[in-house]
């Protein structure tokens, strides 16, 4: 597989070849009990060959602190030799993967969370309460949760070591052992982090927004949220808040937000990140936004610094999610407001100058109506070239009519600066316009979803199958610039 490494705003291969990448969360949130030793999916990997087929080339490897490191210095070995065997079939499979450590509510003695094993959660005097309403009601409200945010982010010390020093202790030892397999893309160190206190202070900034908004905002049509909210759909209500309202909403909670950024969130993962560099310059270091910014807070995340230098290899992975997801009304979910929240992170990237993975997005609902959302989404990330891995995977997934929508067709590889691409899903074609500014001793890879009728492009082109419905387009060309169309 060919190494990935970044250069600018885009992920480049050893051809020099910008590259795309699509693929899923793969995430085990099961909580550690003595005996657990193996990745609930590593299993059965016949998941792997259906990703394959289906046009992913990415996975994020999800696990949680809690089994990795269950004993204070003490790391699971037989748990990451699952881990092992997921990505040396991942290798086979062409697929690349990159390593999450992933946690809810911080740890799973929250009852609804995963993440941080007991003996690195500390929240007294607190205690964790069970949800009642939503699972994520302890960001909000939970002192425990935020209790265990800010011992954590304060290093507080665990039998002469602090907590945060344990952690990054725990990724030096992972990037160590995985370093120089073929199918390490890179190390996300923490996902979603959270404020902790100050995060509860957001939620109350924003619900006192809210009601500014609501009664006092000339956008906001009070009569007809009114009508709406008395009527039969009442989840009409939130049509009330498109992207611009709800922006200014979330935004009450941005100067908590920028604070937390750049006071706790980037100096952790700047000294996590040394850790790692310690041990191997490979791999690519993620950059990801806090809870909130899935919500489109501006994020004032910096890019990676060791020993006072940028990092070479970074890249912003960005998550965001409407108000509707992890529900069942998901068909409601608006194009406007993830607009809203993928255009803030746009800024971000710029401002960073980093590429973009969306580490998470999307959601999950019965039926079919929630597809033209998804289908927009899609759009929005190959608007501005982003890669992706949408959550989440689980058992029966790939069978599941929604990938008709996620298995798409996109550039793998492209031997020069991409200019456009898209998928016209109404007219059966895909189109990519792209300039070369020399000779390439790979060829440009396009995925193609659905059996191939026709290729336009002044250069060579080879179709290889995958199964009787996809394959990769291999299309070789010279310098200038090149359109390729494809009509499936």
């Known amino acids: 597989m060919d190494t990935i490494r970044t250069k600018d705003m885009i992920f480049v291969d050893s051809y020099g070849r910008e590259r795309i990448f699509s693929g899923m969360n793969v995430v085990d949130k099961t909580p550690y009990t003595p005996g657990f030793t193996e990745h609930c999916y590593s299993k059965d990997l016949s998941w792997v060959d259906e990703f394959q087929k289906k046009g992913f080339n990415i996975i994020r490897l999800g696990m949680t602190w809690s089994v990795v490191e269950p004993e204070k210095g003490k790391y699971n070995e037989e748990y990451l030799n699952s ?11 062409g697929i690349y993967v990159y390593l999450d450590m992933h946690q809810d509510l911080y740890s799973p003695k929250s009852g609804d969370g995963d993440g941080a ?9 607190y205690t964790f309460k069970k949800a009642k309403f939503v699972w994520a009601e302890g960001y909000f409200w939970g002192k425990a949760v935020h209790r265990a945010f800010d011992n954590f982010w304060a290093n507080k010390q665990v039998d002469g070591d602090g907590l945060i020093d344990c952690f990054a202790d725990m990724w030096g030892y992972i990037a160590d ?11 996300d160190v923490f996902n979603e982090p959270f404020p902790g206190k100050d995060g509860g202070k957001v939620f109350r900034k924003l619900i006192s927004k809210l009601v500014r908004v609501t009664l006092f905002d000339k956008r906001v049509n009070r009569c007809k949220l009114i009508k709406d909210a008395l009527g039969k ?26 604070k937390f950024d750049t006071e706790k969130y980037m100096p952790f993962l700047n000294k996590t990140s040394s850790k790692i560099r310690e041990v191997t310059d ?3 270091l993620f950059i990801e936004n806090s809870y909130y910014s899935n919500l489109s807070i501006p994020c004032l995340n910096s ?3 060791i020993n006072g230098k940028r990092e070479d290899l970074q890249c912003f992975a960005p998550h965001g999610y409407d108000l509707m997801v992890d529900t069942d009304l998901y068909k409601y979910a608006s194009n406007s407001r993830v607009e809203s929240i993928f255009s803030q992170h746009r800024i971000t990237q710029e401002r960073m100058k980093n590429p973009v993975l969306v580490g998470e997005w999307g959601g999950h609902s019965n039926g079919t109506d929630w597809f033209p959302h998804v289908e927009f989404l899609i759009d929005t990330f190959n608007k501005y070239k982003w890669s992706n891995t949408y959550w989440t995977y689980w058992d029966g997934l790939l069978k599941e009519e929604i990938m008709t929508v996620l298995s798409r067709p996109y550039p793998r590889a492209v031997t020069g600066e991409i200019k456009e691409y898209y998928h016209d899903r109404k007219n059966n074609e895909f189109v990519l316009t792209y300039t070369q500014d020399k000779e390439f001793d790979a060829p440009t890879v396009v995925f193609a979803h659905k059996p191939v009728k026709e290729i336009s492009v002044d250069g060579e082109t080879k179709i290889i199958p995958i199964t009787d419905k996809t394959s990769e387009i ?12 494809i009509k499936f």
């Open 233 to 258: 759909e009442k989840i009409k209500v939130l049509d009330h808040y498109t992207g611009d309202v709800f922006h200014s909403i979330v935004s009450a909670g941005a100067e908590l937000i920028n």
């Open 303 to 305: 890019p990676i610094e």
């Open 117 to 125: 094993p007991d003996w690195a959660t500390l929240c007294e005097p």
């Open 83 to 93: 881990i092992e065997k997921i990505m040396d079939y991942c290798h086979e499979k």
């Open 177 to 187: 052992r995985f370093k120089n397999h073929p199918a390490l893309f890179g190390f």
């Open 474 to 485: 291999e299309i070789k060309t010279g310098i200038g610039k090149h359109t390729v169309r």
């Open 282 to 284: 490979k791999g690519i």
